[in-house]
């Protein structure tokens, strides 16, 4: 099996979807890897390493897309990397299609197999694929919110965990995930007031376990919304529904109630956000102002730290890429459950349900598509 490993060129983003360690296992099981120059560079593995672990490097994007059979990145394609698509195709990635209906509509159009790490499930029913990703924004949630509240930034000129005397931020959580669980960690540990909100009961009783009660928790529902919103210095958005569009659950009328230079990081902007006034940002220009409320909503915050990003991705989606590989793609889901919950589009065919539903369009089961 042929596996291409192109460089991300969505701005700024510095993560690679695969390590020299993977390079060489998949090189020891017999397969061939193409690495694009410099596809690792920015997250501190050099083209020299790739080499050394079996890799060949290749200099054009569009020979790694169009010598690859299979063929693994971290965020969604761009605009100029639909001209690589093509039929049979695999493509391994972060997809989050249900805000992006032009590259839905390409793929499905140019009959790629589209495997979307953040649908793929696990025999816990988890997300595997999506966790480590989900801790790394949450945990930077709160340092990018601790920046963002400071003057020169357009905050209020509050110091998270306040001073002697001087009582801390207070950091609203909504979403009791992993995102939301990593974010209150992280809050407590700059030692803020952090409540989380969140629609189950039974994970609002997990949370306060979990933190011995330092973490105020709220049953989620529009009036305990506008109030945790409107005494809150940050706002961190944290809500999912696995592949679909997160429901916006903040609304224009909760922001602008909310105090002047407070701060709003919406993590679930990649499904379109949680926050009514949150539009998508990237890392060159990543915040902007409403009603005088910061809002931080890009898209690949944890591109921001490759490094980590990297290994704790790739920890998490290698043995799926090694499955893939050595059975091939259609064996490969068929024998694994999990791995054919990640599957977004096949062959032409619309194949997840949350995608289909959040764009409107008909949908096919994958047993179905497959068969």
């Known amino acids: 099996m042929i596996i291409g490993v192109p460089r991300e060129i969505k701005d700024q983003e510095s993560r690679v979807g ?3 360690a993977g390079v060489k296992a998949l090189s ?9 120059t410099n596809a690792g560079a920015q997250s501190g593995f050099p083209d020299a390493e790739y080499q050394d672990a079996g890799a060949e490097i290749v200099g054009d994007a569009g020979h790694v897309w169009g010598k690859s059979e299979i063929v693994v990145k971290v965020k969604e394609p761009i605009e100029s990397e639909y001209v690589y698509f093509r039929e049979g195709l695999t493509l391994f990635t972060y997809l989050h299609l249900a805000p992006l209906p032009v590259l839905t509509q390409k793929l499905l ?3 790629v197999i589209g495997i979307a790490y953040e649908t793929v499930r696990d025999r816990n029913n988890t997300l595997p694929l999506l966790t480590p990703m989900s801790e790394v924004a949450g945990r930077m949630s709160v340092q990018v919110g601790a920046s963002y509240l400071e003057k020169e930034k357009g905050g209020r000129g509050i110091l998270l965990g306040g001073v002697p005397g001087v009582p801390p931020a207070h950091v609203t959580v909504i979403g009791g995930g992993v995102v939301g669980t990593n974010a209150a960690r992280i809050a407590l540990g700059f030692g803020a007031k952090v409540t989380l909100v969140d629609l189950n009961l039974n994970r609002l009783r997990e949370i306060d376990d979990i933190f011995n009660g330092r973490v105020y928790t709220l049953a989620s529902n529009s009036y305990n ?5 409107h005494e809150a210095d940050l706002v961190i958005g944290g809500v999912l529904i696995p592949g679909a569009t997160a429901p916006k659950i903040v609304t224009r009328e909760m922001v602008s109630r909310m105090k002047k230079g407070a701060v709003i990081v919406d993590v679930a902007i990649d499904q379109g956000g949680c926050v009514e006034t949150a539009r998508p940002t990237s890392h060159s220009n990543p915040s902007y102002t409403v009603d005088g409320v910061v809002h931080y909503c890009v898209t690949n915050m944890p591109g921001a730290v490759p490094h980590t990003s990297t290994l704790g991705l790739t920890n998490a989606t290698f043995p799926y890429l090694q499955r893939l590989a050595n059975l091939g793609p259609k064996e490969a889901l068929k024998q694994d459950a999990g791995l ?5 589009t096949y ?7 949350g995608v289909a539903e959040s764009l409107q369009k008909e949908w096919t089961p994958y047993a179905t598509a497959v068969a």
């Not at 020891?28 to 694009?36: D, I, N, P, R």
């Not at 919304?225 to 919103?229: F, G, N, S």
């Not at 062959?347 to 349900?353: D, I, N, P």
């Open 340 to 344: 054919a919950e990640g599957l977004n």
């Open 28 to 36: 020891e099981a017999g397969h061939k890897v193409l690495v694009e």
């Open 18 to 20: 695969v390590t020299p």
């Open 225 to 229: 919304l506008a109030q945790a919103t």
């Open 347 to 353: 062959l032409g065919k619309l194949t997840y349900r």
């Open 109 to 111: 159009d140019a009959k």
